[in-house]
C-alpha cells in the first residue's frame, strides 16, 4: 500500500483552475472536486461488482473503469486514486480510454494489491472511493473525489459438517462449522466472532437452497446446532458479508438418510 501523497497537489491545482475558470463555467461538486465546461462521470466500476476480496498470500490486480461523457468528446484520464479508511491507498496505472459512442468512453485501468509485500492494515478493510480525473478533448475537465465507491473485504473462509452419518430419518442431526477471516498483519486466518451465519439445506434432486435457521459465531468463530433429519441432503453454513468482509458459502455436507 502507497503513502497518499498527493492530496495537497490535487488540491492547490484545483484552487487555480477556479481561479482562472469563468465562475459560470467551474463545476465544484465537493471538498476536493471541481472542473471546467460540462464534462460529467457517468459511472464507476471497480472489479465487475464493486467489491474486492483479498486474503493472505498472493497478488491480485484490481480493476477499474470509470465512463465519462462530454460533448465534445473525451480525450483521456489520469491515474486513478483508490483512497479508504486507515490512510489507505493506492494509485491505478494510466487508464485506456475506449469511446462508446461519439461523447461517451470507458477508461480502464488497473492495480496489483498484495498482502506479502504491501503493509496492509486490518482497518484498511471497509469502503473505499475511486478519485478520478477527466479530460475532454475541448479542454473541459473534471475531477471528482469520490466518483464512486467500493467494497474492499477481508477474505473468509467457512466450514460446515453435519453428523451422524448416516441418520435415521426423524433423528437429530447436529452441524457444526467455522467462521474465519484474513489477517492483513499477521497474514493468517483467525476466528470471526458474533457474527451471524444462515444455515441452508437442499434436497437430493434440488437445485438451490432453502434457508433453515440462523446461527451466530462464538468467540473462536464456531458454529452449531440442530436439526431433525428427514430427507436426503445437503447442509451448509453462508455468510453473507459485510463492508469491510467477504461473503462466503461453505461446501454442502451430504447426509444419508434412512
Excluded at 465546461?37 to 474486492?52: P, R
Excluded at 475506449?98 to 496492509?120: E, F, G, H, L, Q
Excluded at 440442530?226 to 445437503?234: F, R
Aim: hydrophobic share 35%.
Amino acid at each position: 500500500m502507497r503513502i497518499r501523497a498527493t492530496v495537497a497537489a490535487v488540491s492547490g491545482a484545483l484552487a487555480l483552475s477556479a481561479a482562472v475558470a469563468p465562475a459560470a463555467q467551474a463545476a465544484p461538486v465537493g471538498p476536493l472536486d471541481g472542473g471546467y465546461g460540462d464534462t460529467k462521470i457517468t459511472k464507476v466500476v471497480v472489479d465487475g461488482d464493486n467489491k474486492v476480496s483479498m486474503s493472505t498470500s498472493g497478488a491480485r490486480t484490481i480493476t477499474v473503469s470509470v465512463t465519462a461523457t462530454d460533448d465534445s468528446g473525451i480525450a483521456g484520464a489520469d491515474s486513478f486514486d483508490l483512497v479508504g479508511p486507515g490512510y489507505g491507498y493506492e494509485s491505478t496505472s494510466r487508464p485506456a480510454c475506449k469511446a462508446v459512442n461519439a461523447t461517451t468512453s470507458t477508461c480502464t485501468a488497473s492495480v496489483t494489491v498484495d498482502p506479502r509485500t504491501d503493509a496492509y492494515w486490518n482497518s484498511n478493510a471497509g469502503t473505499w472511493y475511486v478519485g478520478a480525473w477527466i479530460d475532454a478533448e475541448d479542454g473541459d475537465f473534471l475531477w471528482k473525489e469520490k466518483a464512486g465507491s467500493f467494497h474492499f473485504q477481508r477474505a473468509t473462509r467457512l466450514t460446515a459438517n453435519a453428523a451422524p452419518e448416516p441418520v435415521k430419518k426423524g433423528a437429530t442431526l447436529t452441524v457444526t462449522g467455522k467462521l474465519t477471516r484474513a489477517n492483513w498483519e499477521t497474514l493468517t486466518y483467525g476466528a470471526y466472532a458474533g457474527q451471524s451465519v444462515t444455515l441452508q439445506f437442499r434436497k437430493r434432486s434440488a437445485t438451490a437452497y432453502s434457508d433453515v435457521k440462523t446461527v451466530r459465531t462464538n468467540t473462536k468463530g464456531d458454529l452449531k446446532t440442530t436439526v431433525q433429519a428427514s430427507v436426503d441432503g445437503y447442509y451448509r453454513y453462508v455468510f453473507k458479508g459485510n463492508s469491510s468482509h467477504a461473503a462466503v458459502n461453505a461446501t454442502g455436507d451430504f447426509v444419508d438418510v434412512r
